[in-house]
């Protein structure tokens, strides 16, 4: 369902994370140039073009696992239209955050979980994760969603995030919300594509 979500169509946001080294470590990498990020894919997780081309114009690359029990685990990444000044990274965050539950968690309770200042590859950036509550007799349907949007500054500023949700609970939910927060971790800053 949310796969189908991603690739029709919806009003989604930013997010990025703190960079370099972690469990993820020799793992592959996706390089999205047009984020100007690039991320570990850990054991288990797909990744193809193909979906990468398929995907709405908010996002430009998207990694994916399916677990037992209905969990699954989702990271996508994109770039805004604009820089984000460093002072305002909260406040975009935490709206993005609560916009992308809205949108990814419909109908479902969303509490902001933490917000934290961090960076990556040195650069400034802001970290939000929310908690999404399970639908009234769907354990299945609990999530979390974490979202980083990180800004170069100077000449070329530009804004870019990535986005980590997961849903499900039991050690399968457990293992693919590990991984999430360790693709996040990883996200480094890289040239972003000319426009």
Same mark, same amino acid.
């Given at each position: 369902?949310?796969? %189908?979500?991603?690739?029709?169509? /919806?009003?989604?946001?930013?997010?990025?994370?703190?960079? /370099?080294?972690?469990?993820?470590?020799?793992?592959?990498?996706?390089?999205?140039?047009?984020?100007?990020?690039?991320?570990?894919?850990?054991?288990?997780?797909?990744?193809? #073009?193909?979906?990468?081309?398929?995907?709405?114009?908010?996002?430009?690359?998207?990694?994916?696992?399916?677990?037992?029990?209905?969990?699954?685990?989702?990271?996508?990444?994109?770039?805004?239209?604009?820089?984000?000044?460093?002072? #305002?990274?909260?406040?975009?965050?935490?709206? %993005?955050?609560?916009?992308?539950?809205?949108?990814?968690?419909?109908?479902?309770?969303?509490?902001?979980?933490?917000?934290?200042?961090?960076?990556?590859?040195?650069?400034?950036?802001?970290?939000?994760?929310?908690?999404?509550?399970?639908?009234?007799?769907?354990?299945?349907?609990? /999530?979390?969603?974490?979202?980083?949007?990180?800004?170069?500054?100077?000449?070329?500023?530009?804004? %870019?995030?990535?986005?980590?949700?997961?849903?499900?609970?039991?050690?399968?939910?457990?293992?693919?919300?590990?991984?999430?927060?360790?693709?996040?971790?990883?996200?480094?800053?890289?040239?972003?594509?000319?426009?």
């Amino acid at each position: 369902m949310v796969l %189908a979500l991603l690739l029709v169509g /919806g009003a989604v946001w930013w997010q990025l994370a703190a960079a /370099g080294g972690g469990v993820l470590d020799g793992r592959p990498r996706v390089h999205d140039t047009a984020a100007g990020l690039s991320y570990a894919r850990p054991e288990g997780w797909t990744h193809s #073009a193909a979906e990468d081309r398929g995907l709405i114009s908010a996002f430009s690359s998207t990694i994916t696992k399916r677990g037992p029990e209905a969990t699954f685990g989702v990271i996508l990444t994109g770039s805004s239209t604009s820089p984000i000044p460093s002072y #305002a990274l909260q406040q975009q965050a935490e709206y %993005a955050a609560r916009s992308n539950a809205e949108f990814f968690y419909p109908d479902q309770a969303a509490t902001i979980e933490s917000s934290r200042p961090t960076t990556v590859s040195g650069h400034p950036a802001h970290q939000v994760t929310v908690r999404v509550q399970a639908e009234e007799g769907r354990v299945s349907s609990a /999530g979390r969603l974490t979202i980083t949007i990180v800004t170069t500054e100077g000449a070329g500023a530009r804004s %870019a995030f990535i986005l980590g949700l997961t849903s499900g609970t039991g050690p399968s939910g457990t293992a693919i919300t590990r991984d999430v927060d360790a693709v996040v971790q990883s996200a480094a800053v890289e040239a972003a594509a000319p426009k």
